[in-house]
């Protein structure tokens, strides 16, 4: 009699025991259960900024921020490269520049020639040939004066352009910015070209 009030008293205890208990704010969760219920998405986020400590360290920090500006400098690059405006540096920034670049890398540009052409005038001046230093002096005059023309009609049709795409944005600075990029050999300008000799613009630049 005994022993079978002894079983009947454990088989009621049982399920009590695998219950959940709280003790102050931590919760015990039943045996074989998961653990834990799955975190929101505020919960989660808030585990990510947790995880997100300071650096302990100097020499941690250093390492932190080198390895941002890594990841900044790949960006510039990558951006350099494709034309993706998201990761330009300012000076390249906006849809204005892009067009002034567009303008510019469309069109053949005899400023592209005046490096090549005035190495072979000093070096035809320097000859000790009295010709030949003549012609040089001739080639850079006719040179300078080609690129000058140029310049102008550049300035004047990329003003004309912005104007009538951009009328309410700054035409300053545009000019230097589209003169020194017509002066340096197109495969080696950067940001990269987007657009061939000769092709059409956009529309839009937006």
Do not use: H, W
């Not at 002894?6 to 709280?22: D, G, Q, V, W």
């Not at 834990?36 to 400590?53: L, W």
């Amino acid at each position: 009699m005994r022993l079978t009030l002894f079983r009947r008293t454990t088989s009621k205890t049982a399920p009590e025991a695998a219950a959940p208990t709280t003790t102050g704010e931590e919760v015990v969760p039943r045996a074989g259960a998961k653990g834990r219920p799955t975190p929101t998405r505020k919960e989660a986020e808030a585990a990510a900024r947790a995880r997100a400590k300071p650096a302990r360290t100097r020499k941690e920090q250093t390492a932190r921020e080198r390895a941002d500006r890594f990841a900044k400098q790949q960006k510039v690059r990558e951006a350099m490269k494709t034309g993706d405006d998201t990761f330009m540096p300012v000076r390249d920034k906006g849809p204005v520049r892009r067009l002034v670049r567009d303008l510019v890398d469309s069109r053949f540009s005899f400023t592209e020639l005046i490096l090549p052409l005035m190495v072979i005038s000093l070096v035809m001046q320097y000859s000790g040939s009295a010709d030949l230093a003549n012609t040089g002096s001739l080639i850079l005059m006719m040179t300078l004066l080609l690129v000058l023309l140029d310049m102008t009609f550049l300035r004047f049709k990329m003003r004309r352009e912005v104007r009538r795409r951009f009328p309410d944005d700054s035409l300053k600075g545009l000019t230097f910015y589209a003169v020194t990029r017509s002066m340096q050999i197109k495969p080696m300008r950067l940001p990269k070209p987007q657009v061939k000799i000769g092709a059409r613009l956009p529309e839009t630049y937006r």
